[in-house]
């Protein structure tokens, strides 16, 4: 995540012209001490009222908030290894940009997850895959019933296998190329009916954002692969 305050801009404010009719009485360094102590004071009331009547305080995490901030850090990690396989041997400058910017966005994206959980007091890693998931409407990938381990689940949330990741590492040129947009857009997919999900259940906002966040850009880059792909003639 970029640090705001390193690119805040100073702006300096101009004076109204004309003559000052008086000049304002100096405060005293006591009285100074006391203006601060007062509006400190008054600022903890408040907080402390708004706080009291919820208007500031955020809901606890829920089970989905949980889960979400745990599965999609598995899920941010693989594509992360994808796309830095990729940046490392394509020869294509669209492809490395956007490999590139996948790897950094979900990096960037992964810490944050981790953070939240770290926040909460919660475990980094905890049940089963996609648990979380089953009471969400209209989503396939909820129901984990079915699903006998790790990999059924991973591949419910559009995950490559791992020999489909050897294959993307045994792969060169063209062919390399057209592979990870293949696994890429399946593994975005998998990743916006996540997000989908988590928005349906989810209570807390820094957790909406996020995910909204990931959707936009998400479903761009699923956009921007489907032109490579058709520039680059995949089948």
């Known amino acids: 995540m970029s640090d705001e305050g390193g690119f805040a801009d100073e702006h300096g404010r101009d004076t109204p012209g004309g003559a000052v009719a008086e000049k304002a009485p100096a405060r005293r360094p006591w009285a100074l001490i006391v203006l601060g102590i007062v509006a400190v004071a008054a600022l903890a009331f408040a907080i402390g009222r708004f706080t009291a009547f919820g208007t500031v305080a955020e809901p606890a995490p829920n089970a989905a908030?949980?889960?979400?901030?745990?599965?999609?850090?598995?899920?941010?990690?693989?594509?992360?290894?994808?796309?830095?396989?990729?940046?490392?041997?394509?020869?294509?400058?669209?492809?490395?940009?956007?490999?590139?910017?996948?790897?950094?966005?979900?990096?960037?994206?992964?810490?944050?997850?981790?953070?939240?959980?770290?926040?909460?007091?919660?475990?980094?890693?905890?049940?089963?895959?996609?648990?979380?998931?089953?009471?969400?409407?209209?989503?396939?990938?909820?129901?984990?019933?079915?699903?006998?381990?790790?990999?059924?689940?991973?591949?419910?949330?559009?995950?490559?296998?791992?020999?489909?990741?050897?294959?993307?590492?045994?792969?060169?040129?063209?062919?390399?190329?057209?592979?990870?947009?293949?696994?890429?857009?399946?593994?975005?997919?998998?990743a916006v009916q996540m997000v989908d999900a988590v928005l349906e259940l989810g209570s807390r906002p820094n957790v909406q954002n996020t995910a909204a966040s990931m959707k936009e850009t998400q479903s761009a880059e699923i956009d921007a692969m489907a032109s490579l792909q058709a520039r680059l003639q995949c089948r």
């Open 65 to 190: 908030d949980i889960g979400f901030a745990r599965d999609m850090q598995v899920h941010h990690a693989q594509a992360v290894e994808m796309a830095m396989d990729i940046y490392r041997v394509t020869d294509d400058p669209e492809l490395r940009i956007l490999s590139y910017d996948i790897a950094t966005g979900q990096s960037a994206q992964k810490g944050e997850m981790y953070d939240w959980l770290a926040q909460w007091g919660e475990p980094q890693a905890g049940g089963p895959l996609m648990e979380w998931m089953a009471d969400s409407d209209g989503h396939a990938h909820g129901d984990t019933g079915a699903a006998e381990g790790d990999a059924e689940r991973e591949a419910a949330m559009g995950m490559a296998s791992p020999e489909e990741l050897r294959q993307l590492e045994a792969s060169s040129g063209t062919a390399a190329d057209c592979l990870f947009l293949a696994l890429m857009t399946r593994h975005h997919q998998g």
